[in-house]
């Protein structure tokens, strides 16, 4: 809409919104690494009762695998 009515203040404004965003999914990430710890890579396990709580992953979460490569590149350290 900020394109439509053009308005360049409100565009950055939006854009900023969206790297803080961004970032802030990277912190929620980090955190979820230190305490529970990250999905694994590759075949889920059988469905049933395991030793290891099952982790979220990705898609499950709803986040899209590009998103999530953009906050890790914007949440890295400088």
């Known amino acids: 809409m900020a394109r439509q009515?053009?308005?360049k203040e409100?565009?950055?404004d939006a854009a900023e919104i969206r790297m803080r965003a961004t970032r802030r999914l990277d912190q929620?990430?980090?955190g979820?690494?230190?305490?529970?710890g990250l999905a694994k890579?590759?075949?889920p396990p059988k469905i049933?009762?395991?030793e290891t709580p099952i982790i979220p992953t990705l898609a499950e979460a709803?986040?899209?695998?590009?998103?999530?490569k953009e906050s890790r590149r914007l949440g890295a350290p400088v």
Do not use: F, H, P
Not at 32 to 36: G, H, L, R, S
Not at 62 to 68: C, E, H, R, T, W
């Open 48 to 50: 049933g009762v395991s």
């Open 28 to 30: 929620m990430r980090q």
């Open 62 to 68: 709803g986040i899209d695998k590009n998103l999530a």
């Open 41 to 43: 890579a590759g075949r």
């Open 32 to 36: 979820q690494k230190e305490t529970i």
């Open 5 to 7: 009515a053009k308005n």
């Open 10 to 12: 409100l565009e950055a």
